[in-house]
């Protein structure tokens, strides 16, 4: 079995930083490609970042220049650093990873259940 954990989120006031954490535990043999999504009040979700286990990353271009996505292949955890927080940033923050139990196992897709982030003076 394979959990993900998200944390980090909370209220914060426009213009601030925060810095959310997602950690995979269980049956975890390597992790592929990490992402954050997020779903903003009344809308779908979208995908805010990627990482794969070599490093490379992706952003969407509403968040270029704020959102910052990194991973401890060690800790098997991801990171999402935001600054510059917008009221429009407001959404619950999922990470997914494609993950493999054993050597030979194929990756699988495990999402985490959600952390809130509420940007508001």
């Known amino acids: 079995q394979v959990e993900l954990v998200e944390s980090g989120g909370g209220l914060v006031q426009p213009g601030g930083p925060l810095r959310l954490s997602c950690a995979a535990s269980?049956?975890?043999?390597?992790?592929?490609?990490m992402s954050w999504f997020r779903q903003p009040p009344g809308k779908q979700r979208e995908l805010v970042a990627t990482i794969t286990n070599g490093g490379y990353t992706n952003y969407a271009d509403s968040v270029k220049g704020r959102f910052t996505i990194s991973r401890d292949n060690a800790r098997n955890m991801v990171y999402l650093q935001i600054d510059s927080l917008k009221p429009e940033d407001t959404a619950v923050y999922y990470c997914?990873?494609?993950?493999?139990?054993?050597?030979?196992?194929?990756?699988?897709?495990?999402w985490g259940r959600g952390t809130q982030v509420t940007v508001s003076s």
């Open positions: 997914n990873a494609y993950i493999r139990a054993t050597p030979t196992a194929s990756a699988v897709l495990f």
């Open positions: 269980g049956n975890v043999f390597d992790i592929h490609v």
